[in-house]
């Protein structure tokens, strides 16, 4: 209903634009009061530099913009070397074709609905977030609601006929402009697509949906008395696809580990359609390569991901939580490693500096409770009510042995939830504290756990000398830290000062045997970094993959590495 509305009241302006642009552009200054993305207006911005593009080159394509954004270093000689000549996206007589092919097919599969839109909003909400640290120009110019594996495969067969680009979308809280739309293109959004397939309790997995929420799953999952959870936690309003493509974990992953550790196999429609299951149902399976390995952290740039089948946990009998603070970064970072090395199975184990506890009681989701602004570690404890009691005494031990004071207990149920959640939104607490014009900087790198501290302590001054506004916070059992900057957008010096921050972080991190990203992934944003961390010739084996899987170029193009330049 949705697409059918959008697409009556904007076709004619949407045609209008497609036939002058082929890629709907944004302004690169948009405010964050313009929700709203005017057609007529967007024609006249890309006005400018795609039309001139699109001149020189003879033809109008969304794979023009190649030319202008691969800027990747000329590699050395290496076994990949030149082996996929650069793609050419479809024109926009192809485009229109596509869309009015997948309404056909789906139709006549007995698809009432239109199942696309161009919805300026849409396009707008599809190409663009508020909370990534970078937003490379260009929208999707369409997006597509489907409602089943058979329509994904019936989109993705359409787009690979007329080399149209494609970008999953689940729950869009990525951080690294990892569902723009750099080359246009369609957003494939699952929205639709968001229930619980099957329960299978006593094997403790469960079949899903890729647009089904972490947090949604485990309300399900209790309302059916299953007893069960699922652990990995990122971002509140993250979807399982979006998980699998971002390889994700979040606070519980010291304990449960990461996502690729609860996937048991997945379904997949690759570029052109093909359907296809990684493996069956046993927990376990030495039956050929590891196929999900492949899909998962791959950002949605080797096929789309329309069912999976997760592990489950046991819902622990008890859970505490407690939080300590510490005169320095450096005390909370030995007591954390001591509880590590001592194998105490702490649930979660969070680190924040003196800037995050302050940004949290401004926040005022805990009031009227208020916290000591002062390095701090957050600590959940899971599992019988005898072990919980026995584990906290030794953090206790631990902790004050590093100087730890202030051992303090969440009192009840609702005040765990309540710290929990000021926990996993201090982002938005950020975003809150920003004035007209500014802008958050979230990023994280990892590197290993004894290195943390020292990695914390130069990053901050580094900020502080550069007068950023700036916090830390990090899930320091994983040696995982993330720095949330608050810079003003419309000033470049700044801008580019934020940038010099991140970039030295991210390099020091490397030095350290670290890794660009631990969790967030690469995007559009890190892909340099990645280069940085393994070097061409690893990188030549992904890109080796991704051509093997997608010789088009259509999945995703330009995220973890560049699209490689027509030639
Ligand atoms: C407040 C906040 C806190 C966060 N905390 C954490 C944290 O603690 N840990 C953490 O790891 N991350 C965290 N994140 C980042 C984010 O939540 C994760 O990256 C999450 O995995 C993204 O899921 P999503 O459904 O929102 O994905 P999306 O943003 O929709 O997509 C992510 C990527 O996956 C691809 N994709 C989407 N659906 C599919 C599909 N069905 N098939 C194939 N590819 C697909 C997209 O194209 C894109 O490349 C946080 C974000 C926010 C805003
Ligand atoms: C996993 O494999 C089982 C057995 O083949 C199958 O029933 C199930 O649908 C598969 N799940 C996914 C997500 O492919
Ligand atoms: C996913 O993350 C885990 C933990 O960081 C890592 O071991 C793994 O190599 C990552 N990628 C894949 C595809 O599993
Ligand atoms: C945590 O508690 C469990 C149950 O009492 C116990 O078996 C385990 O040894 C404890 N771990 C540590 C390191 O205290
Ligand atoms: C942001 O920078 C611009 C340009 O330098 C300046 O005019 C504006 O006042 C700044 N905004 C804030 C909130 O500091």
Not at 190 to 211: C, E, H, R, T, W
Not at 264 to 279: E, H
Not at 314 to 339: C, K, L, Q, W
Not at 454 to 481: P, T, V
Request: aromatic share 6%; charged share 20%.
């Amino acid at each position: 209903m949705l697409a059918n509305n959008a697409t009556r009241r904007l076709i004619g302006g949407w045609r209008r634009t497609l036939s002058a642009n082929a890629i709907v552009k944004r302004p690169s200054s948009t405010s964050k009061s313009t929700n709203t993305i005017n057609l007529v207006q967007a024609s006249r911005w890309t006005g400018r530099s795609v039309l001139a593009l699109a001149a020189s080159a003879g033809a109008v394509g969304f794979g023009l913009a190649a030319f202008a954004l691969d800027r990747s270093p000329k590699r050395t000689a290496s076994l990949f070397n030149d082996m996929t000549p650069g793609p050419r996206y479809a024109s926009v007589k192809e485009l229109e074709l596509a869309l009015k092919e997948i309404r056909q097919e789906t139709k006549a599969l007995g698809e009432d609905e239109d199942i696309i839109s161009t919805d300026a909003d849409e396009l707008h909400a599809h190409g663009y977030s508020e909370w990534s640290t970078v937003n490379p120009d260009g929208l999707p110019v369409a997006v597509a609601y489907p409602r089943s594996t058979e329509q994904v495969s019936v989109i993705a067969r359409i787009c690979h006929r007329y080399h149209v680009p494609i970008i999953g979308y689940s729950g869009g809280s990525s951080l690294e402009g990892h569902f723009s739309a750099p080359y246009g293109g369609i957003s494939v959004d699952f929205a639709y697509m968001n229930k619980i397939i099957q329960l299978n309790k006593g094997d403790m997995d469960v079949v899903v949906q890729p647009s089904i929420g972490w947090q949604d799953l485990n309300t399900q999952l209790a309302q059916m008395g299953s007893g069960l959870f699922f652990p990995i936690d990122p971002g509140p309003s993250a979807k399982i696809g979006g998980m699998i493509g971002t390889n994700c974990s979040g606070t519980n992953a010291v304990r449960y580990g990461t996502m690729k550790d609860w996937v048991i196999n997945l379904t997949v429609v690759l570029a052109d359609g093909t359907v296809i299951k990684t493996r069956r149902r046993p927990r376990k399976s030495s039956a050929g390569y590891n196929l999900n390995g492949i899909f998962v952290g791959s950002e949605g740039t080797l096929g789309l991901v329309t069912e999976a089948t997760l592990k489950l946990a046991i819902v622990p009998e008890e859970t505490s939580v407690a939080v300590v603070s510490f005169p320095t970064m450096r005390d909370a970072a030995s007591a954390a490693a001591g509880i590590m090395q001592a194998g105490i199975p702490v649930a979660s184990m969070e680190v924040m500096d003196d800037i995050q506890m302050r940004v949290i009681n401004l926040g005022g989701a805990t009031a009227p409770r208020v916290w000591k602004e002062a390095p701090t570690l957050f600590f959940k404890f899971a599992g019988t009510k005898p072990s919980v009691k026995d584990n906290i005494s030794r953090v206790n031990g631990i902790t004050k042995a590093n100087g730890g004071s202030n051992f303090e207990f969440a009192r009840d149920e609702r005040e765990q939830k309540l710290l929990w959640s000021a926990r996993k939104e201090v982002l938005w607490s950020m975003l809150a504290l920003r004035k007209e014009g500014e802008e958050v900087w979230s990023t994280d790198v990892a590197v290993p756990f004894s290195r943390l501290a020292e990695l914390i302590e130069i990053s901050k001054k580094e900020m502080d000398e550069m007068g950023l506004f700036a916090s830390i916070l990090g899930h320091i059992g994983d040696g995982n830290f993330h720095e949330s900057i608050i810079y003003n957008r419309t000033d470049p010096a700044e801008r580019a000062k934020v940038e010099r921050c991140v970039k030295n972080m991210v390099n020091r991190a490397l030095d350290m045997e670290g890794t660009c990203t631990g969790e967030h992934s690469v995007g559009w944003g890190k892909k340099a970094s990645l280069l940085r961390e393994v070097g061409p010739d690893t990188l030549g084996v992904m890109k080796q993959i991704k051509a093997a899987l997608d010789p088009l170029w259509i999945m995703n193009p330009g995220k973890i590495f560049d699209v490689p330049s027509e030639r």
